[in-house]
């Protein structure tokens, strides 16, 4: 017997919507909505569609945040069968976008139809803030639909993100925020030269050296109850003309912070710069801040989530605030409790990307007990 969350998941994978292309995702959504009675208004900005539907009216506003975009396959002929054909082997569905994050898309809707079903007159809002924009830059998705939201007046109160969250076991952890991001685009200059003749050139690798070793052992926060420590990486070093006996007149290096919120954006600048300074460095550095660190304290949203899945799983669940980035990070500093509960995230981004066949079914249950913990 066919479950529909797997069913809506399959038709969903089924559309290769790589970033940003939604191919008809966002459609197949809508008409499932617009069939329980809500509201929807598409926000295309740019070449990004977007969109948000509402049912209800008042408070609290329960928002479910997702996105239809999937990454690219890499080489199809590396996958054991088709990227968009979604197939169940072994008992796991596979296709791109199964764990990141077309399940939870799914479960969304299957869980809301049921729910409203079952509790017609429920005292509040559902919505859904649906963007094709968090694979790719993420500049006219989630972040712009925020913006509309708050010319327009309305404010989410409680925000479950569909993010693949779990590591061993489906529901070990929900993420409660997330570290910030910031990187740095670093451009030291020395001077060309010959390499059988250093004393008439300067080699920018050789001077960048000493500030970076002291970058990298430098200790920036030691975290905190929710937090690690801030970490400091290097990404990219690209120098040097590609022959052997030239001195490079530049080196380029690419770094990023994952920081906790026991340091600010601003403090992290102002600590690399003095370094590059004391060094006596001649430099360029450019820098791009792609999300604050944003934190959900155990509260209202954390309980109805920890209680959806203790009483479907009874399984008791963990907080994380590691990984990468994710669109709660636009949502947040609205004031938003935000929570990401979603599939294990063992194979997000690879070939062969799965999950076990029974999660959105159980994903569906899980969002549908959280709507009546905060509603009912």
């Known amino acids: 017997m066919s479950d529909p969350t797997l069913d809506l998941t399959r038709a969903l994978i089924e559309r290769p919507s790589v970033t940003p ?55 199809v002929k590396n996958w054991t069968s088709d990227p968009f054909s979604p197939e169940i082997r072994d008992g796991h ?17 299957t869980s809301i139809e049921s729910f409203v079903t079952e509790h017609d007159n429920y005292a509040g809002t559902i919505a859904l803030l649906i963007t094709a924009d968090e694979e790719g830059p993420s500049v006219e998705g989630t972040v712009k639909v925020v913006d509309w939201l708050q010319k327009n007046d309305i404010k989410i109160d409680y925000c479950l993100v569909g993010e693949p969250s779990s590591e061993q076991e489906f529901g070990d952890v929900i993420k409660n925020g997330r570290r910030g991001s910031l990187n740095g685009k670093l451009v030291i ?25 002291e970058l990298i052992n430098t200790i920036w926060d030691n975290g905190n109850e929710y937090f690690p420590k801030t970490s400091f990486q290097i990404s990219n070093i690209q120098g040097g ?23 600010t954006d601003t403090e992290l600048k102002q600590k690399v710069e003095a370094v590059l300074a004391k060094n006596k460095l001649k430099y360029q550095l450019d820098w791009r801040l792609s999300g ?26 963990r907080l994380s605030t590691g990984g990468g980035t994710s ?26 990307e799965c999950i076990s066949a029974d999660i959105p079914k159980i994903l569906s ?4 007990q959280t709507l009546v913990n905060l509603l009912i």
């Open 93 to 109: 569905l596979y296709g791109r976008g199964a764990a990141d994050m077309k399940a939870s898309l799914a479960a969304f809707i």
């Open 189 to 213: 200059e020395g001077k060309q030269g010959h390499i059988a003749y250093p004393h008439l050139a300067e080699n920018p690798i050789h001077i960048a050296v000493p500030a970076l070793s």
């Open 365 to 368: 249950e899980i969002y549908r």
């Open 21 to 75: 292309d939604d191919h008809g995702c966002q459609d197949l959504m809508i008409s499932r909505l617009e069939a329980m009675g809500f509201q929807v208004k598409r926000l295309r900005f740019g070449q990004v569609d977007n969109f948000w539907a509402w049912r209800g009216s008042g408070k609290p506003l329960v928002c479910f945040a997702g996105h239809t975009d999937v990454v690219p396959t890499g080489p």
């Open 241 to 263: 003309t590609g022959a052997e006996n030239v001195i490079p007149g530049t080196v380029e290096i690419d770094f990023n912070f994952r920081f906790s919120t026991a340091v």
């Open 292 to 317: 604050q660190p944003f934190l959900t304290p155990e509260g209202a949203l954390v309980d109805a989530v920890r209680g959806a899945i203790k009483t479907v799983l009874k399984r008791d669940t």
């Open 327 to 352: 669109d709660g990070r636009f949502i947040a500093p609205t004031g938003a409790q935000v929570v990401e509960i979603g599939p294990l995230n063992a194979t997000i981004h690879q070939i062969d």
